[in-house]
């Protein structure tokens, strides 16, 4: 009796380990087989631990290759996304003007679009432009992507942000170019990173936009469903691990951060 009342005390948070440890299950995999050595070209059935892919990275032809193009479009394509997305974001948030109520539901359009609508849309205006497919057309089709997104992130911070506290600053003889500077960026920050590292992650992560719309050029996303069809090289779950890492400890360092401050403002 005295385990079941503990169960149904602890029934959410035990629910939700269980569904963080699911959602976490296939990074262990892939980082387990990142130390395989395995005998045939298929990287599927553990063989014997081994170094060597982690020891030589960039042991597969073409691999660091199509890994440095998608970090070059990503990070493009996250800055092109963010400044245009705040700026979108407070416009829709700060200012009243006509047809603002449509351009509020355009913006979700492309969350709510299936990806191979709007890869074909995009293929279709870049053809009719008579635009060589290829790094800048993969790019602006990223920025146009991960727009929605980062408006979303953007829009949600900038709506619970206190107004009195630009106020209280325009009062003390700040300019509005202080203002924005010393009051409005600093508490919009947290949302416009949110915004900037979705943005990231879907760009680096795209594969059906990016199929469509890439020519002859190839990204990271295209080099893995390539290299499934003929054999999946050990590095392929190197570089995965390595980006899951930097992506836990980015997170863990923010936690930290904000800890800190949260720790000092008491």
Known sequence: MAFVNWLKRKFVVIAGLLTLGYLLLPNVVVTVFSFNNPKGRFNYEWQQFSLDAWKDPCGVADMCGSLSISLQIAFFATI??????????????????????????????????????????????????????????????HIMFCLSFVVTAVKARVMSMDPRLEQAAQDLYAGPFQTFIRVTLPIAAPGIAAGALLAFALSFDDFIITNFNAGSTVTFPMFVWGSAQRGTPVQINVIGTAMFLVAVLLVLTSMVISNRRNKQKA
């Open 80 to 141: 092109g996304a963010t400044v245009l997305g705040t700026m979108i974001a407070f416009a829709l948030v700060r200012y009243r003007f006509r047809a603002r109520g449509a351009v509020n539901s355009l913006i979700f359009l492309p969350m709510a679009m299936p990806e191979v609508v709007m890869a074909a849309s995009l293929l279709t205006l870049f053809l009719n432009m008579g635009a060589q497919l290829g790094f800048w057309t993969i790019l602006i089709a």
